[in-house]
């Protein structure tokens, strides 16, 4: 009895590994899943989710990443697939370039790990914790560990966009340089003055470059 029920359990989760998702294919790596993954980890945690190949996922969302040794020169994890990403980890990779705009819309994301010269997205005062690994974990809203401005609170408001970035908007009612202009942006006048001036301008240069060659093959026609 024992027996059956062992290879139920085991038949159970074999099936459920076999139903989940492959990882996206802009990030397959054909390198084997390293030692060590804290991805892995991590995943091991929490109910419903497995590691399979570097992605840690249930049937629905992807939780977690571990993308070391992957070769990666530049990050593209901007789709809504990896919205939903809590840990990431980028080390052993050569990137030519790193930002806090390629980990814009990871709003979820509580645990980083980077190749040791780069630092955490935003500095230290956007996680609560970093160190020399790079670890960066618990990611906080810039707006207020950096304390953005963005000018008279009636007129703007400062938006959490990903790990270590952020954004000013207008509150509703309010548009223009630092949003000081109050009603709505007029669509239709800035429309009008974008195209009635290239449509008069189109004409004019028409006009002219129109009749200089007539007039050119005039004076040839007459110096026959």
């Known amino acids: 009895m024992l027996q059956m029920i062992a ?19 802009p990030l397959s790596c054909n390198v084997p899943l390293p030692m060590n993954s804290e991805v892995e980890e991590f995943c091991t945690d929490r109910l419903g989710f497995m590691i399979k190949n570097r992605c840690c996922s249930d049937i629905n969302t992807l939780i977690g990443l571990d993308l070391r040794h ?13 919205s939903d990403l809590e840990i990431l980890d980028l080390r052993e990779n050569n ?13 979820n994301l509580v645990e980083l790990y980077l190749p040791k010269h780069l630092p955490c997205p935003g500095g230290p005062n956007c996680w609560n914790e970093s160190n020399n690994m790079t670890k960066c974990s618990g990611q906080r809203d810039p707006c207020t560990s950096l304390n953005i401005s963005c000018g008279e609170p009636e007129n703007a408001h400062c938006i959490h966009t990903g790990p270590g970035s952020a954004k000013c908007e207008c509150q509703p009612g309010y548009f223009g340089y630092k949003c000081l202009n109050e009603g709505e942006f007029p669509v239709t006048g800035f429309t009008l003055g974008v195209i009635l001036p290239t449509i008069v301008l189109s004409v004019a240069l028409w006009f002219i470059q129109g009749r200089d060659p007539y007039k050119q093959q005039g004076n040839v026609g007459q110096s026959f």
């Open 70 to 82: 992957c070769g990666i020169t530049k990050l593209n994890i901007t789709y809504p697939v990896f």
């Open 7 to 25: 290879f139920c359990l085991l038949a159970a989760v074999y099936g459920e590994r076999n139903q989940m998702p492959d990882c996206p294919n």
């Open 95 to 107: 990137f030519e370039k790193f930002s806090s705009s390629d980990l814009t819309g990871l709003l």
